[in-house]
Nanobody, 124 residues
Framework: QVQLVESGGGLVQAGGSLRLSCTAS????????MGWFRQAPGKEREFVAF????????YYADSVKGRFIISRDNAKNTVYLRMNSLKPEDTAVYYC?????????????????WGQGTQVTVSS
């Protein structure tokens, strides 16, 4: 079992930045590939970013590429999402997710473990 807790969300003006954190407890963090997803009101949960268990591979949704950066610190059992140049359309609840046997990294059903989410609101 892995327990995930997100933090760092909040209210920010368009063009601003936030850094989300997701801290894991339980089994070995470095055994898990990690993803960030988001869900806006009335919409399906969507993929945002992925990082491999070693941190050597990353992948981003087109909508955030060039603005968001995913990283991890396995010594701290934490994955981060640095969000720059935020837009009102980035407003959503952001979730981190973990899995040890990912095949399709953008698919929500691939991930076994989820955090409770943190709200990000970007005002125009």
């Amino acid at each position: 079992q892995v327990q995930l807790v997100e933090s760092g969300g909040g209210l920010v003006q368009a063009g601003g930045s936030l850094r989300l954190s997701c801290t894991a407890s339980g089994r070995t963090f470095s055994s898990y590939d990690m993803g960030w997803f988001r869900q806006a009101p009335g919409k399906e949960r969507e993929f945002v970013a992925f990082i491999s268990r070693s941190g050597g591979s990353t992948y981003y949704a087109d909508s955030v590429k060039g603005r968001f950066i995913i990283s991890r610190d396995n010594a701290k059992n934490t994955v981060y999402l640095r969000m720059n140049s935020l837009k009102p359309e980035d407003t959503a609840v952001y979730y981190c997710a973990a899995d040890s046997h990912l095949v399709v990294v953008v698919r929500t059903s691939e991930y076994d473990y989820w955090g409770q989410g943190t709200q990000v609101t970007v005002s125009s």
